[in-house]
Antibody
């Protein structure tokens, strides 16, 4: 079964850091672009970052560029999001999602991990 | 303020058809593919439509997508109460060099 499982969320103070992980199974991990998408409570979807299959090319939303870093370990079938200088408006459910159909759509999503930034 | 604009809500009766619009610009929908997602409360989004009008395996043909210029539309026919969910459009934006989503549309089947 194709599956993505996120972990690493939690409560962190403003200015703090957190590292999210996403473990994949059921497909050839290195062949796919992976993405982080977040959803603030009661709000819509917001794309955060993408990384290509090789890990060489990364993309970020303006709202997180310079604070978040996406990476992957293809040997471990794992995707990561290092989040620094966290702010209250980063509070959200973070999903990892697989890019497919030429990276034009997200066809597999994890269940999400919640990040709460509060003092 | 989302880059792609969707109506906050739409409604229709069971068995009827509904359309959800998604308006963008030449830097996204006008020159890139559109995808659509369905999200039930407390669940992850699910891909409904990719490349403007294609359905992944397992998605019923009651769901359809189209694109014209800088706008896209999701159509749902034979509405069921089980279709009540939030629907999001998505595309790539060449100016932002990143993916963008619409603000989401809540569908009510009355």
């Amino acid at each position: 079964e194709v599956q993505l499982v996120e972990s690493g969320g939690g409560l962190v103070k403003p200015g703090g850091s957190l590292r999210l992980s996403c473990t994949a199974s059921g497909f050839t991990f290195s062949s796919y672009t992976l993405n982080w998408v977040r959803q603030a409570p009661g709000k819509g979807l917001e794309w955060v970052s993408s990384i290509d299959g090789s890990g060489h090319y990364t993309y970020y939303a303006n709202s997180v560029r310079g604070r978040f870093t996406i990476s992957r370990d293809n040997a471990r079938n794992s995707l990561y999001l290092q989040m620094n200088s966290l702010r209250a408006d980063d509070t959200a459910l973070f999903y990892c999602a697989r890019g497919s159909y030429g990276d034009e759509a997200f066809d597999v999503w994890g269940q999400g991990t919640m990040v709460t930034v509060s003092s | 303020q989302s880059v792609l604009t969707q109506p906050p809500s739409v409604s229709a009766a069971p068995g009827q058809k509904v359309t959800i619009s998604c308006s963008g610009s030449s830097s996204n929908i006008g020159n890139k593919y559109v995808s659509w997602y369905q999200q039930f409360p407390g669940a992850a989004p699910k891909l409904l439509i990719y490349e403007n009008n294609k359905r992944p395996s397992g998605i019923p043909d009651r769901f359809s997508g189209s694109k014209s210029g800088t706008s896209a539309t999701l159509g749902i026919t034979g509405l069921q109460t089980g279709d009540e969910a939030d629907y999001y459009c998505g595309s790539w934006d060449t100016s932002l060099n990143g993916r963008v989503f619409g603000g989401g549309t809540k569908l009510a089947v009355l």
